[in-house]
């Protein structure tokens, strides 16, 4: 018996939002006794401290002082591209390992991030940039690491599939959805990435990474807002036996070095794993060519699920904390194409 | 920039049928350089090696040549109890890491030798021991380590469904279902292992182990078979707008430390995940009490499938040979429970 006991951790947060606090809440758990918080860095901590519990945390506004402490790993909620970059790469080059949510800096800096943590011997891990709750980034990073993923079709956006899944449900117009969407907490004040695609895609190209090996800016992908989708397009896809779906798609064909890559509302079959998907759901389907189709579902939004997500991370790093994590080799694809520019948004599928 | 090449590895594979083949078949390839095969055991080598190329390739009927060799990582893929436990005890005392296909060795030892590759400092990876090619083992492992789960329901035997659902598609008998399940190669000669549950419950056993922190011996877990199961009753789900699958259950009270876990055809909803998986699928729906309800889905058996998760297990250890895999704690729960015995078998769910 090698009685190895786990390593004390320190993590500090950074960001006290809505995923921010939900860690913050769980983490002093009796399951987890060797991982401590001890510094939240949130602009308004005056006003959260009150809100959470925690004697021994420290509060504060300077990065510099989440920096220079005896954290172990900090754990990146800001979401945004900066300062969230930025303070990762700080962060890293200080020597501590990084769990982040936020699909933006990963989508972008993903590669040059991964590069550096390997050289720093530290750990960058991002389960909770795509997919919530739905453990895609280990499945596909991991689990599906030699099944040769062709293609990968899902709903990616929670905030897009609510409204357009409450659309369906209640008749009304987008305006309305969006408002229950927001009452329920599952859309922000200005939803424009989310409506517009621009999270979405972010997401996407991490999936691209992880499963063809390949480098897309997010830009270069192809988006289509659901923000103009009408009543009456829920009634064209039911008339169809269909429903209307946030869809994110992409294929890669190794040989011609060929990725098609979009986001935008699309027709999916009635009763399938995507019209199924109701409320904030995420979904996927991915196809291989040595393990045929897997699929995987689960809640894409919501603080308590996109928390567990951050704490598995924790717990992954707590356990091995010189694991190596080799920066993937990541290579641009020749051509980069979306829908035919003649696709009607909902017809894509 | 850090230039760390991967270090190259010698596999060692015990077993060549259909999964061992297909593993085979597929190493020797342009995307894992560093992983070479250097040693086949297998009883029938002689007329074996003709079938599979590769000229380094050392064939052997001797445990002994394995372990005296220079492999480090041995896979084993000969199924049933012994001689495998042993083999895999004594590849990774001979400081060997392991990977498993080998549901009823990881069930029954899967604490020791998960303790013994600890303190070798070696690993002991068995992704493709449930779920085929769904990653199952990854998400409750890892992916959902933090978010509570308190259920497991599942489709965790491709044979049992590739029978049910054909019987339900056709209209036939068991055993007329059960050759055609034999003849796509889904079923072995002596099937009894998968109709009576046996299977089963030693897959449900390691997953309660991985979602659960429990230790449950598979034999202790409730069984029943589907061996006869009669078209009649595939007709009466279909009346009830059912369908007849293979179903394994497990849910844990941790407050009152109480599993329950059983193994039985059951009428499942139509048009469920579980009514929709036909063939030798697998699917699983795990229920949490921080990320709500998370469900995967896959091909559950055949060769390449299954090799595919070996390979990743694999390319896991290659990437990180020196990885700490903590063993897990699990304890006993005070009472293990399974159906109701009133409760007639086609209506557990």
Not at 284 to 311: C, D, K, N, Q, Y
């Amino acid at each position: 018996m090698c009685a190895e006991s786990l390593r004390s951790c320190r993590v500090a947060l950074l960001g006290c939002g809505t995923v921010g606090s939900a860690v913050a809440r769980r983490l002093p758990a009796a399951a987890w006794p060797h991982i401590r918080l001890t510094h939240v860095l949130d602009r308004r901590h005056a006003a959260k401290r009150r809100a959470i519990a925690g004697a021994d945390v420290v509060w504060t506004d300077s990065i510099d002082a989440v920096l220079s402490s005896d954290a172990d790993i900090v754990v990146e909620l800001l979401g945004g591209l900066q300062p969230a970059a930025a303070w990762i790469r700080a962060a890293l080059a200080a020597g501590k390992s990084v769990v982040t949510a936020n699909k933006q800096v990963i989508a972008r800096d993903g590669p040059s991030l991964l590069r550096l943590a390997e050289c720093q011997g530290r750990q960058l891990r991002f389960e909770a940039a795509v997919g919530g709750a739905m453990p895609i980034v280990r499945a596909l990073g991991e689990g599906l690491s030699a099944a040769e993923v062709t293609r990968i079709t899902g709903i990616l956006n929670g905030t897009c599939n609510a409204v357009l899944s409450r659309m369906e449900a209640a008749g009304c117009t987008l305006g309305e959805a969006l408002a229950d969407a927001r009452a329920a907490g599952f859309a922000e004040a200005d939803p424009s990435a989310d409506l517009d695609g621009i999270d979405a895609r972010a997401k996407l190209a991490i999936l691209c990474a992880l499963a063809f090996g390949v480098r897309v800016d997010p830009d270069r992908i192809d988006a289509r807002s659901i923000g103009a989708i009408r009543p009456s397009d829920l009634d064209r896809a039911r008339r169809r036996g269909a429903a209307l779906r946030p869809i994110a798609h992409a294929s890669y064909d190794v040989d011609r070095s060929t990725l098609i890559a979009w986001v935008a509302p699309a027709f999916v079959p009635g009763g399938s794993l995507f019209a199924r998907a109701i409320g904030p759901a995420n979904a996927a389907l991915v196809g291989t060519r040595h393990a045929g189709e897997i699929g995987l579902f689960g809640p894409g939004a919501g603080g308590e699920a996109t928390a567990s997500a951050v704490i598995a991370d924790l717990l992954a790093i707590a356990r091995d904390p010189a694991a190596v994590v080799p920066a993937p080799s990541l290579h641009a694809p020749a051509v980069v194409t979306g829908l035919h520019p003649d696709t009607t948004i909902v017809e894509a599928l």
